[in-house]
């Protein structure tokens, strides 16, 4: 209405790539997690101290409140972190929490390494129904 717009819902597939050689870090992996909350469908916060709160569709107002239920979304898609480099420690955790797949030495997997990361988006593909 306002010409600025809303996303459309909640993503079902990201994938960040990263062509460096070195190894991935606990910060790279945080701003990943929080691209995927910026996707993420929310609505503006009418006053100040007011919640953004996701988009739930079975609500009646569509509108519901603050939610941790982004982490049951995000199990549902396929995200992953592709790197030409590795990973350091403490990227695994935080990554596995969020359902972030990491993919490091990719040039080194070619071309069977992403069968991984593949299955998992086939996966998500024909899992599209239940969303």
Avoid at 36 to 48: E, G, K, M, S
Avoid at 91 to 114: C, F, M, Q, V, W
Wanted: contains cysteine; glycine residues 10%.
């Amino acid at each position: 209405m306002n010409g600025g717009g809303y996303p459309r819902g909640l993503p079902i597939v990201a994938i960040e790539c990263k062509d460096k050689t070195n190894n991935g870090n606990l910060d790279e992996t945080r701003q990943t997690v929080a691209r995927l909350y910026d996707l993420a469908l929310v609505t503006i916060p009418t006053t100040i101290g007011m919640p953004c709160r996701i988009f739930e569709d079975n609500t009646l107002t569509f509108w519901g409140r603050r939610s941790s239920r982004y982490l049951s979304f995000f199990k549902k898609g396929t995200f992953g972190i592709v790197r030409a480099g590795g990973f350091q420690s403490g990227t695994e955790a935080l990554a596995d929490h969020y359902s972030i797949k990491r993919l490091g030495k990719a040039y080194d997997l070619l071309p069977n390494g992403l069968s991984k990361l593949e299955r998992s988006f086939r996966q998500t593909l024909n899992a599209m129904n239940n969303f």
